[in-house]
């Protein structure tokens, strides 16, 4: 069984940055296809950037696309997303995802394609 624990949120300014970070544990932890998510007060969890099972391809929301950067080590077991250049609208709980199923690489903007969940972290950005 996969867990995933996210941690690096906080509170910015706009127009700074924070990195978060998500691990994976247990013995599929690894070599998964990876999302973030976020959710912000009063609205629906929307898809923020995804990576494939080995590194090699990413997608982004056009929102966060030039800002938001998301990265993988599976020796370590862990994503991160890096946000640069960050707006108050950016403000969420961000969540990991993971796809312990299936490693293809379709339809991964979408929530209902990932079956396990980290708990979130508070990104909050001031104005």
């Known amino acids: 069984q996969v867990q995933l624990v996210e941690s690096g949120g906080g509170l910015v300014q706009a127009g700074g940055s924070l990195r978060l970070s998500c691990a994976a544990s247990g013995r599929a932890g690894g070599n998964l296809v990876m999302g973030w998510f976020r959710q912000a007060p009063g609205k629906e969890r929307e898809f923020v950037a995804a990576?494939?099972?080995?590194?090699?391809?990413?997608v982004y929301a056009d929102s966060v696309k030039g800002r938001f950067t998301m990265s993988r080590d599976n020796a370590k077991k862990t994503v991160t997303l890096q946000m640069n250049s960050l707006k108050p609208e950016d403000t969420a709980v961000y969540y990991c995802a993971a796809d312990t199923s299936s490693r293809r690489w379709t339809s991964r903007t979408t929530s209902s394609n990932y079956n396990t969940w980290g708990q979130g972290t508070q990104v909050t950005v001031s104005s």
């Open positions: 990576i494939s099972w080995d590194g090699g391809s990413t």
